[in-house]
């Protein structure tokens, strides 16, 4: 009976129009766009077409970031079949370089007033330094070409997509509007999707109508091993990470035992590499960083008067500069960065390998090397055989010429079984 009454329920609520509200995806894009980033959206809205969801809403701030991980995004925003909202928000924020190509990608485009959206300036797209003229045309030219082609697929401004790639034109919420480069103005979520909520997209060919009406938005995060990838995916950071590693190793190969410099540097340099599958690293880079390591190392054993210090600090300065093979300012170690560590990392390093050089210099005073030069009083008369008393101990000893007992003594060298060479005392030498 009870069970007859709920379906009862459910069945008059359906004939009512009631409907459960459905969820709808939301990701917030706060920071560079790297593969971390790009693999977490893509799969996200992945999830989204799985479910059938009605939308998928990606709320942006980003000053741009990498075109492979840009280009991934833009696929996935093109062949979904859940239409993708793209919202720069909240004000303030902006939808620069890469980001501005998001937006273009997107089925509805939105801006929350005081932002902007553009300057994707070939440098912000892959234009690498070193190139000649006739290479960066071609560069720039295949990204006016590819920011047309997402524009016109998506009936807004080519011309305007064309401008922010060549001219690095930069456009308020205000004007982007009128620009028809972004479709609305909301200053809130909830007022996006009351906006929205029965807008027309195309889908296959076919017109379709967007229904957000109830539509809930659930924030997804992304997972601690993502976020941890991400954090350390700054460049300078994963930088950071690495020559700490270096200098933890170092410290733990000239100073054995110690133990807690050497764990740190492991997970520090495990972290930076990491980290450098969501950067474009210059392997050559890494290699000479290596290399700067090994070189100092040497320095301990070599005796080199300073010359594999300086190749060390030479191949840490030149590794430093190479690590990071793009011309993307976001993606880019800063030049004071690279210099304050590099010294401080050489300063630190020589600084252990004085301490070892001077330890290693110093006169041994224990074991056996400890006891040459040592001096005592004879005990008995000393060629062949005798007695000495040296370090508060008797020993068996022999001397090459005859010493008088009672004469003192020096210890030349240690013999076995635990038998002393000794001398008579410089003084007592004729």
Not at 149 to 172: L, Y
Request: a negative charge; glycine letters at 8%.
């Amino acid at each position: 009976m009870v069970k007859l009454i709920i379906a009862a329920i459910f069945v008059c609520f359906a004939g009512c129009g009631v409907s459960v509200a459905a969820d709808l995806p939301t990701v917030r894009i706060d920071g560079p766009i790297n593969p971390v980033v790009a693999d977490f959206v893509v799969e996200q809205l992945q999830r989204a077409n799985e479910a059938d969801a009605p939308a998928f809403l990606a709320e942006i701030d980003t000053p741009g970031g990498l075109d492979s991980a840009m280009r991934e995004m833009i696929r996935a925003f093109l062949s979904s079949q859940v239409p993708v909202i793209v919202y720069v928000a909240p004000s303030g924020a902006r939808a620069a370089s890469a980001g501005a190509l998001l937006t273009l990608a997107a089925d509805f485009a939105a801006m929350a007033p005081g932002t902007n959206i553009g300057a994707a300036t070939p440098v912000s797209i892959g234009v690498g330094a070193g190139m000649d003229d006739t290479m960066k045309r071609k560069v720039v030219n295949d990204a006016v070409a590819y920011a047309r082609s997402i524009a016109e697929q998506r009936g807004r401004n080519a011309d305007w997509a064309e401008r922010i790639v060549r001219d690095g034109a930069s456009t308020a919420a205000s004007e982007a509007l009128s620009l028809k480069v972004v479709d609305l103005l909301a200053e809130s979520r909830a007022e996006l999707l009351k906006q929205l909520d029965g807008k027309r997209y195309l889908r296959n060919g076919r017109d379709m109508r967007l229904s957000l009406a109830g539509s809930v938005p659930v924030v997804v995060e992304m997972g601690w091993a993502r976020r941890i990838l991400n954090a350390v995916s700054d460049p300078t950071i994963a930088y950071l990470l690495l020559m700490l590693g270096i200098i933890g190793i170092f410290f733990e190969i000239s100073q054995p035992g110690v133990i807690l410099p050497g764990v740190v540097g492991v997970l520090a340099i495990l972290l930076a590499l990491f980290a450098f599958q969501a950067l474009p690293v210059n392997y050559v880079g890494v290699l000479l960083i290596l290399l700067g390591l090994v070189l100092f190392i040497l320095e301990i054993k070599v005796t080199s008067y300073g010359m594999l210090s300086i190749g060390g600090v030479i191949a840490l300065t030149l590794g430093s500069l190479m690590l990071i093979d793009s011309a993307d300012p976001v993606l880019r170690i800063s030049l004071a960065v690279i210099v304050a560590t590099v010294a401080s990392c050489t300063g630190f390093i020589l600084f252990c390998l004085w301490f070892v050089t001077r330890s290693q210099r110093r006169a041994v005073v224990s074991g056996r090397e400890g006891m040459v030069g040592e001096r005592g009083r004879a005990i008995s008369m000393v060629h062949a055989d005798g007695r000495v008393f040296v370090h508060g101990e008797y020993w068996d000893a022999w001397a090459d010429e005859p010493v008088a007992q009672g004469a003192d003594v020096e210890v030349v060298a240690v013999g076995e079984p635990m038998r002393l060479k000794v001398r008579k005392t410089p003084e007592e030498n004729p």
